[in-house]
Every structure is written in structure tokens, then in C-alpha cells.
């Protein structure tokens, strides 16, 4: 039979050919999803991050006594911190920590333009052993000045004037110029930095990887202090062990007038986050088994109604001269187009849903063009798999059917 | 054209063995009409179905146009079930999902023949017919001489040079079944070989062969006489 022909049983048999092709078209949609969101989670993991997760501490607290006087109280700990025998160097942090998830305006604009989109940034305020505690190796430029350092009430409004940036975002935001001297923009206030040094990258911030930026960060010499959230960066020395986290939550809690929250290793904070993020990836495949399960199922029973209900006019094939090879070409054939518009219908809304989740779902796994022909791929062959048992059959029609009805 | 030797062919399950047909010798020579008539039962399906490829047989030796049957498989016995022998069956056997026009063309594309020709042929069958503008019509739409029609055309479309026709009145009133006789008559005449299984003692009178099948073993029933092969 021609495809003409093909084509023209596929549409008298539309509720059968819709029914096939709606199965592929799911199969498609959730295979492709999982497959771009595990593999995006499995490369967003294998990025190294140059970071020194096992000696650098997140410290979470929270101040509940409005009496007590902050400044001060930072300046206790910083010290008090600072005495601990395994600690290094310690910055209060008055925004982000390492490889926290941070939802917000974490923006860096290279213009005052309100129509520029800008770059997601993971922006760390820190006092003045910040660039040591995070162990920045400056590349170009310099180190902050002592006196660049503010360190005021939040609601004075007082800001640094000086920024270093890592180096790819230099590179997202000026290319091939040097970003030395460059006036760049922060949040979406806009406030007005001047590049003073460019260091080299380290994966810091999370904020900015659910946006696929990676090493987009960006360290200021300002700490603001005046919420509830009193939070440290520590760097103790190699090999530190767990103890110290006891150490460092004793310490803050000598201050009386707030809670500690959290006190973890930076390898800590970064399972935790890949934990769940590795969850919603491990649950799609889940989820893509089961589809493709009942997708190969739905075919074989689809196909094998469709197949007994035309088993009359498949004798009549035989009888004319369709060999058993021809028989099997052509129903293979007409599955295969329904397969093919489904993968295409599939594909679209693999898209469109691969969209909304990482817009909205923030989950890791843009679109891979060569993955997405590889998902098609995979479908089309268990299609066409699950199609051949019944038509296998279906070949094998006797010619003499035909004359039964005599 | 046709040649059987002590063909035989039997039906078996767990308890009981079928003997549909014992020791056929049969021979056709090309251009005749035969009728072949029996009760039900007696292996006229069966018949039909071996001599048009439908089915194998069990033991004997079958030759097509002087090839070997025997000796071919389901790729070949396609073939030379599609490039010479045209069915006409009972229940007319059309897809109804095609019309007719496509209904005609599929065991041409069989075949290999261009579009071209495929063409030349339908319109030619379908105008032999009396169908000539019912191309683009559906099975459905037609009556049933209209349809045993239209196969009369899918089968004369592909030139064969035996037709096999299993009960072509059956389903028909008599006004038709007069057409389609006539019909099949004038393909006979224009030298194509025809046989035809019947029921109808009056159809089977107006052949040149009348060979009755009875428990399985065809007869001459001008020289009331077992068929023998003629050598």
C-alpha cells in the first residue's frame, strides 16, 4: 500500500490513531522533562566549585530581643569567634551565605537603564576578613582598602562605593574589556559600585545557578545590620572536625537575646541543596518509567484492537499478493507516522513545560537539542517495539480469511 | 495452465482428522470456464482455496503456469498470487475504508506499476464495469451488484489470466446476478480462464466444465466419472 493509502486509514481509524498518538505525545512530554531535568542536575553537580566546602561554615542566628544593641553584638562575635582555636578568619555576612538559596533581587546591571534585564548575582556583603574567610585569590586589581569598609544600621543608608567581581561575571558583563575602574549596578535599586579587583571563580552563590549563571558573584565591603538575621561566615583551618560547629553554637550562645539556627559546613549546605534537588530529578524518572510502561502497554492493546478489527481487510491484502513482509512494512509504516506526529506534538510540550518549570519550579534542566533527538529516538523504538508484537501477529493473517465469509 | 496431481488436504485437531479433500487430479486448460458445485461442507472452500494460493496443501504437487507451488514460499506465492489469479468472492471483499478508486489501485502498487499505469488500468476496469464516474465513491455508497462489480474490476485490473470466482451471485437478486454472470461470461470470452464454486446448478449449467466436489473427491458430472489427470 502507498502512504497515500496508508494515510487515509489513519484517518478513518482516527479515534484509534488519535488515541496512539496522544499516548506517544505523553510519553514524550514526560520522558524528555525528566530526562532534561536529571541530566541537568547531574551536570549542575559535576561543575567543580572551587570552594573549600569542608572549611568554610554557614552560621544562621536569630536576634529576638529588640533591647539588644546588634553592633555590638556582631562586634562580640566577631571576636569571640575569632578566638576559637580551629577558626581562621569569620565575616558577618549582612546578605548571602555560601551556597544558600537565596530568592530575591540579587541583581547585578551593567547600565542604570530600568529596561536592562540584568544577570542574577550572588552578591556577599562582609566586614573586613570577607575576601580571606571566602579564600578569594585576586586576579586583577586589588584587595579592598581598610577604609572602604561600612559598617552601619541598615536604615542609614550608607553604602560601600567599591566592588569586586569574579571573573566570569566580568567577562558576562564587559567581555574582552577589562572590568577595572567599570561602574557596575547592584539589586534592583541600582546602586553604583566601582570595580576595584576581579577574582577567580568560585561557585558561591545559588541564587544564581537556578538561573544556569554560574560564578556570577560578587563580594562588597558593607555589612548592614539592624533585622532579626545576625549571620557568619567562618573559615577554620584544614581538617577541622564536626566538633567545631558545637564550639561555634556555644560561643553565640553566650550572648543572650537570640537563637542559633544553623551552623553547618558549606559541603553541608551544598548536599542539602542538591538532596532535593536531586529528589524532583529522581522522582520524573520515576515517573518517565512508569509512562514509558504504560505507554509501551497502551500501544501493544491499541494497536492489537485496531489490528483485530481490521483483520478482514488484512486478508484481503494477503489474498491480492501483500506478502507477510509487506503486511508488517505498512502497518509498521502507519505507526511509525502516527509516532512521528506524536514525538513532534510531545516535543512542543516538552518545551512549553520544560519552560514553565524552570520559570517557575526553578528546577535545573534548560533544553538539550541533541538529548531531545535521543528522548525522540527512545520513543519512536519502543513505539515501534510495542507496535511489532501485534502486527508480528497481524502478518501472519491467513490469505484464506478472505473466503470465511462465504 | 492449472495442474493438481493427488492433492490432498486434512484439517486435524486433538480428537478428530478432517479429510477436505482426497487425491484431487485436476487440469485446466487455458481459456475454459469450469463451475464447481457440491453441498456444503464438501470441500469447495478448500478448493478454491488451494487453487488460488489462499492455503497449502498436504500432499500432491500443484503447477501454476508450469511453476511448482510446493516449492514456494510466502514472498513468491504473494507474487504469483498477485500477477495471475483475480478473486471474486461472495462477500464482495472490498476495503472499506478505500474508495474505489484506491480499492483498485492496491494490489497494483503490489504489483510495481507506475502511477501512470495504475491509472490507465482502474479507469479501463471501472469503465468495463459500468462505473466509469464512481472513482472517488466509498464501498458503502454502492448496492451490492455494484460492489461484486467493483471487484470484478480490482480483479480484471491486474490482467490475470485466471479468475477464481467462490459463490459471485451469492449475495445478489437475480436481476444482478444475470449482470454479473453476463459479465464474467464476456471476461471468459475475451480469453480469460474462469473458475467459478456455486451453489446454483442453473449458474454451473452455463459453464463448459461442470465438476461436482463430493467427500472431498471432485467429479466430471458430464462423464459422471472421477476427474483423472489428463496427461
Partial sequence: MSLKHILKIIIKHRNISVMILIQIAIAVTIVGNASFISYGTLKNWLIPSHLDEVEILNVYTKVFDNQVDKSALIQRDLTNLSALGEVTHVTYASNELVLATVTGSNLVYKTIDQEEAGFENAQFDVTSQGVATLSLAITQGRNFYPNEFVFAEASHNRYASVVLISETLAKSLFGEQSALGQTIYLQRARRPYQVVGVYADKMLGEGAVYEQQWYHSTIVPQAHFGNNNVNYLIRVKPGTHDGILKDVEDVLYQQHGRIVERVEFAARAKKRLWDGRSTFAFIMIGISVIAITVTGFGIIGLVSFSVSIRQRDIGILRALGASQHTVLKTLLLENALLAFVGIVLGSFTALWLNNYFVTHLRAQGLVEPWLAVLVALAVWLLSAAAVYIPVRKAAKIAPARVTKTS | ?231
Fill in chain 2, 1 to 231: 495452465m492449472l495442474r493438481m496431481k493427488n492433492i490432498s488436504k486434512i484439517y486435524r485437531t486433538e480428537l478428530v482428522e478432517t479429510h477436505a479433500l482426497s487425491d484431487v487430479n485436476f487440469m485446466v486448460e487455458e481459456g475454459e470456464f469450469i463451475a464447481v458445485t457440491g453441498p456444503s461442507g464438501s470441500g469447495k472452500t478448500t478448493f478454491l482455496n488451494i487453487t488460488g494460493l489462499l492455503e497449502n496443501f498436504e500432499q500432491g504437487t500443484y503447477e501454476l503456469d508450469g511453476e511448482d507451488v510446493s516449492t514456494l514460499d510466502d514472498k513468491q506465492l504473494s507474487r504469483l498470487r498477485n500477477e495471475k489469479i483475480g478473486f471474486i468472492f461472495q462477500g464482495f471483499n472490498l476495503i472499506g475504508d478505500l474508495n474505489l478508486y484506491d480499492n483498485i489501485e492496491v494490489p497494483l502498487i503490489f504489483r510495481g506499476l507506475s502511477a501512470k499505469a495504475r491509472k490507465q488500468r482502474i479507469e479501463e476496469s471501472l469503465e468495463l464495469v459500468g462505473l466509469g464516474g464512481r472513482a472517488s465513491h466509498f464501498p458503502a455508497q454502492l448496492s451490492g451488484g455494484q460492489q461484486q462489480r467493483v471487484a470484478i474490476a480490482r480483479a480484471l485490473a491486474g490482467k490475470p489470466r485466471f479468475l477464481l470466482a467462490d459463490e459471485p451471485t451469492g449475495n445478489l437478486d437475480t436481476l444482478m446476478a444475470r449482470q454479473v454472470m453476463e459479465l464474467l461470461e464476456e471476461i471468459n470470452r475475451q480469453g480469460t480462464t474462469l473458475l467459478m464454486v456455486t451453489h446454483d446448478h442453473e449458474l454451473a449449467q452455463r459453464a463448459h466444465r461442470n465438476i461436482q466436489i463430493l467427500d472431498g473427491q471432485l467429479r466430471d458430472i458430464n462423464k459422471n466419472e472421477l476427474v483423472e489427470l489428463i496427461s
